[in-house]
């Protein structure tokens, strides 16, 4: 029995998908509508306008998170804190556009 335990374990714990940290703590804006942001392109807006994707950081991450968005053939995610100022936001997604990036979505927390 304890080698069947055993086994369980090993196969959960090689099967199991660890996610990485966020690079900063982010929290995004309230909304009625939740359209949970779960994918592996998510750019991240801090409250002081600090701009974040996967280990990129400040205008390189950009670029990045749209090529992966293509790459992915997924739209890009925007997590942007609650305090972020809506002139950072409207930055970011002009120089998202100018990247290239068509599909973006802010995520948002609901009920």
């Known amino acids: 029995m304890i080698n069947v335990v055993f086994l369980l ?25 939740d359209a949970e942001g779960k994918g592996a392109n998510i750019l991240y807006l801090g409250r002081d306008g600090d701009i974040a994707f996967e280990t990129a950081r400040g205008e390189a991450a950009i670029p990045a998170a749209v090529a992966r968005a293509e790459e992915l053939d997924e739209p890009l995610f925007i997590r942007a804190d609650r305090q972020a100022s809506g002139i950072d936001l409207a930055r970011l997604l002009a120089a998202i556009s100018v990247a290239g990036g068509r599909d973006v979505r802010l995520v948002t927390v609901g009920d």
Do not use: G, R
């Open 9 to 33: 374990l090993i196969f959960f714990l090689m099967t199991a998908q660890i996610a990485p940290p966020d690079p900063f703590e982010v929290t995004p804006p309230y909304a009625v509508n």
